[in-house]
């Protein structure tokens, strides 16, 4: 009974992190909706990985795939395998 309750609160927390936590994360580093923020952290690391690139963002790179993220938000997979990983934790604990 109480790994089911471990489990479920993991599960929980997990979804929690991963629906409202991320995104706040994302945002806070400059990967909005509207696009990078100039002067954020998301800024330098566009600008970094454009310079080892010669000049673009690789598609796939970990600066392209925080963007989206922060543009569109976790996908409902995403969230459930967040929150898999959060019920997995817990049931260890």
Not at 18 to 29: E, I, K, Q, S, T
Not at 55 to 78: F, P, R
């Amino acid at each position: 009974m109480v790994g089911i309750l471990m489990s479920t609160l993991g599960a929980s927390i997990g979804f929690g992190v991963a629906a409202v936590g991320v995104p706040v994360a994302l945002g806070a580093a400059g990967f909005t909706a509207a696009g990078i923020a100039a002067g954020s952290i998301a800024a330098k690391m566009m600008s970094a990985a454009a310079i080892a690139n010669g000049g673009g963002v690789a598609a796939g790179s970990a600066v392209a795939v925080m963007q989206s993220l922060g543009a569109a938000g976790l996908s409902a997979a995403a969230k459930t395998g967040v929150a898999a990983a959060g019920a997995a934790l817990f049931a260890l604990i």
